[in-house]
Each structure stands twice: as C-alpha cells, then as structure tokens.
C-alpha cells in the first residue's frame, strides 16, 4: 500500500490542492475547499486511501478484492471507493484514481472558482 509520504507527495503536485489532518489523524486532501481523497494510515478497521470516483468506477472498483465502497460515504449515496487490503489498486492505478479524483471534484467547483484557482481551463 502507498505510503503516508508518497500519498502526501502525490496530492500535493495536483493543481490548488490543500492538506489538513482531521478526524484522528487522517491526511484529508481537498480542491477547492472540496474533499477528493482521504488517507489513514492507523491500525484501526477505517485504514487505507479513499477516494472519489465516477458512477462507472464505483460499480467497477467496489467488487475487486482489497477494495470496498467507502465506510460512512457510500452508506450516505456517495460515490467513494475505499483501497484498504491488499491486493488493492497497485501505486500506479491509485494515483491514477487520484488524479481522476481531483477532476471530478474540481469539476464540480463554480465556474468562477475554477477560474480563480486555475483550473480546468483547457
């Protein structure tokens, strides 16, 4: 599994990302003022990366071994996906997820907030 430092690393080269450490220690990343991942690193039954993922991921990444819908997000309908065991999502295919992460949130940021920050411009 990614580590703390790498998970860290990674997030903070997307675009106007910012970095807090909430809820007992989880490093929660977020565009916008928006949540798109978050990281636990604890011994307890919530460790792992959780991340925001299209309607079609969800369905997809839900069901692989190692990976489940997100405790707390998906019960309230959300579209979270949790990468808690092993085999789990490799480091490359959890960056990945990510970096789609970020777009999705960003995405859904008002135009003007997007322009402010710099994002989605293309």
Not at 2 to 14: G, I, K, R, W
Not at 66 to 77: E, M
Not at 81 to 89: C, F, I, M, R, S
């Amino acid at each position: 599994m990614m580590s703390t430092e790498d998970y860290n690393a990674f997030c903070s080269s997307l675009p106007a990302t910012t970095h807090v450490v909430q809820w007992r220690g989880a490093h929660v990343w977020k565009v916008g003022g928006k949540v798109f991942a978050i990281g636990t690193w604890n011994t307890g039954k919530h460790s792992g990366i959780t991340f925001k993922v299209s309607d079609l991921s969800y369905e997809i990444l839900r069901e692989l071994p190692g990976l489940r819908p997100a405790p707390y997000l998906a019960s309230r309908g959300m579209k979270w996906v949790q990468n808690y065991d092993e085999p789990g999502l490799t480091d490359d295919e959890l960056k990945q997820y990510l970096e789609q992460a970020h777009h999705i949130v960003s995405s859904g940021l008002s135009k003007k907030k997007q322009k402010q920050l710099g994002l989605n411009q293309d």
